[in-house]
């Protein structure tokens, strides 16, 4: 063989072990960095410098209905504990984060977002009490998202069925994965979503659910997945994302395959 034709057929076969290879999520953003913190605009900016697939991120809907980011139901303000979606934006708004940016509306997220050059931002709405706020907060920060042209650079994630099902109705074309670990992937597959997100340790119970769901046109993401061990399992067990808090551990782990 020609040693062109040789080269050119390892070039093509290192383009296919990257296509089969996991893409990389950053919990929270890659907030174990110098001046992070968790869902802060800076992690953002870190998981988009480290060429990240996708920045997670978690929403609340205030009480006065403005979309804002934190991943707990409640907050701490001046030593008092506050209900994130019971609290108005007004008082959210004193909170800082442990990097001192103050707590981030939707809004200003996606303004920053929309700086990012590589990432993809996966919007994780948080459950409510009630099914209208949910319904209200899928309704605004898709509005929001569509507004600024990022469609295609977002995708969204939750626990809850109702909000999956909202999502995937005011934005069909896009990618919505469920979290919960308690659905099949036929099931998922006759929803309509893109895949499921689902903890390590269902996947670990139920390994079969990934070829399942492959065998379907569905995509597999997994959480959060740090340790080295459990890595290399998800890796083992063929799943296309793996959501970390290690990002850098994970791509080394990757790159040795
Ligand atoms: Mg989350």
Known sequence: MEKKTLLLILVLLAGLANISAQQIIAHRGYWKTEGSAQNSIEALMQADAIKAYGSEVDIWLSSDGIPVVNHDAEVTLNGNKLIVQDTPFETLKQIKLANGESLPTVEKYLDAFAKCNHTKL????????????????????????????LQKKVEYISFGINLVQQVKKLAP??????????????????????????????????????????????????????????IQQMIDLKVDFITTDEPLLVRETIQKQ
Do not use: C
């Open 122 to 149: 996966i919007i994780e709405f948080k459950t409510h009490n009630l099914k209208e706020r949910e319904d209200e907060l899928a309704r605004k920060v898709i509005d929001m998202v569509n507004e600024r042209g």
């Open 173 to 230: 074309q896009a990618s919505v994965y469920y979290l919960n670990g308690d659905i099949t992937p036929q099931i998922l597959s006759k929803m309509g979503l893109t895949g499921l997100d689902y903890h390590y340790n269902v996947l670990l119970k139920r390994p079969e659910w990934v070829k399942e769901a492959h065998d379907l046109g569905l995509k597999v993401n997994t959480w959060t997945v740090n340790s080295p061990e459990v």
